[in-house]
């Protein structure tokens, strides 16, 4: 994975944290492991559309949101 | 694949149109298969932010102006 997915999962640490959620309820939330919500905090996946949509779901946000953030950083 | 991808899809279609290419020309800019970008186009896969950053440069657009386009009409 590149810079990219590196900010991206810091964009989504920072937005679960904010909706006050640990990543295990995170994961619980989007019905995936949390191991793989680790691995994407620190940029080792690059998730698909529909992964980064359960999680914007998940954290009340839209996926464009989140993208829009990780732009702006990189 | 639900509805969103199959938004998605088309929205990276006209994108392409836009900028004057057929599937082959924008999956060897990518260099991914052409039959991958015409699943992709038809909604049959859900693309990873890596892919769908490669094509959104193949197409002189940014990941999150695809995504705009596609959750306003979803």
Chains 1, 2 share one sequence.
């Not at 679960?16 to 994961?27: V, Y």
């Amino acid at each position: 994975m590149d810079a990219f997915e590196k900010v991206l999962g810091r964009v989504i640490a920072d937005a679960r944290r904010s909706a006050g959620l640990s990543q295990e309820a995170l994961a619980y939330r989007c019905n995936l492991h949390p191991t793989y919500i680790s691995q994407l905090e620190r940029g080792l996946k690059s998730p698909t559309i529909r992964t980064l949509r359960m999680i914007a779901e998940a954290l009340g946000t839209k996926p464009s949101t989140l993208l829009l953030r990780a732009e702006a950083e990189t």
